[in-house]
C-alpha cells in the first residue's frame, strides 16, 4: 500500500461489540506496526456522542453521517440496531452515495441487512449470521446467500458471518489493501491463528 487509508466503522444503539472492535483492533494493528502509509479509523454514527452497544459497552462517535471524512472503506456491523437502520431512509440513502462514490462497503453478521435493506446487495453472493440468513433473504431474495462462508469479497462489497468472522474479514481486507505478508504480520503480532471451518 502505497496511499493512506481511512476506514469508517459504523457504530450505533444495540450494535454486537466484536463486530465492531474485532476488525478495529485488525485494521488498526496494521495501521499502527505495519502499514508502510498511514491507516486512519474513525467511528461513524448517526449523530455524534455517544451510543451503547448490545453487551453495554459506550462508544463515541468521532463524526456523524454528515461530516464524516472521504472515506476508503465502511466497515458495517450488526447486532439488534440493524433492525432500526434497515428502515432509516437516510441511512440507506448515505449507503447507496457512499457506494456511488467508490467506497469499499464491508458488513458484520447483520450488518449485510442494511445493505440489502439500501439494494446493493442486488444480485450480489453476500453472507451474514447463519441463524439470519433467512432474514436476509426476506429482505432481497435476488441474494446469492453463502450462509456457510466466513467472508465474500465481490468487488466493492465484502460481507462477512457471525460476530466472529469479521476478524477474518478484517483480515482480508489487510491483505487486499496491504498485501499477504501485511496480513501475516498483523496475525504474528495479534497471536491470531486462522480458524478452521
Not at 451510543?51 to 463515541?60: D, F, P, S
Not at 465474500?152 to 460476530?163: E, H, K, L, M
Request: net charge negative; proline share 3%.
Amino acid at each position: 500500500m502505497d496511499t493512506s487509508v481511512t476506514v469508517g466503522v459504523f457504530v450505533f444503539d444495540d450494535a454486537e461489540e466484536l463486530d465492531v472492535v474485532g476488525p478495529w483492533e485488525v485494521l488498526g494493528f496494521w495501521g499502527a506496526h505495519v502499514a508502510a502509509a498511514p491507516v486512519r479509523l474513525v467511528t461513524v454514527g448517526r449523530e455524534e456522542g455517544w451510543v451503547r452497544c448490545a453487551k453495554g459497552l459506550r462508544l463515541g462517535v468521532d463524526h456523524d453521517r454528515d461530516a464524516v471524512p472521504a472515506l476508503d472503506v465502511l466497515i458495517h456491523p450488526g447486532g439488534d440496531g440493524t433492525q432500526v437502520l434497515e428502515k432509516d431512509s437516510a441511512h440507506l440513502d448515505w449507503l447507496r452515495q457512499l457506494h456511488a462514490d467508490g467506497v469499499l462497503l464491508a458488513s458484520v453478521c447483520t450488518g449485510s441487512h442494511a445493505l440489502a435493506a439500501a439494494g446493493l446487495l442486488r444480485g450480489r453472493p453476500a453472507t451474514t449470521h447463519r441463524d439470519f440468513a433467512g432474514t436476509l433473504a426476506d429482505i432481497d431474495a435476488t441474494i446469492d446467500i453463502r450462509a456457510g462462508e466466513r467472508y465474500v469479497d465481490d468487488g466493492a462489497i465484502v460481507t462477512s458471518a457471525g460476530v466472529s468472522a469479521g476478524i477474518d474479514m478484517a483480515f482480508h481486507l489487510v491483505e487486499r489493501l496491504g498485501g499477504a505478508k501485511a496480513a501475516d504480520e498483523v496475525r504474528r503480532g495479534t497471536q491470531y491463528d486462522r480458524p478452521v471451518n
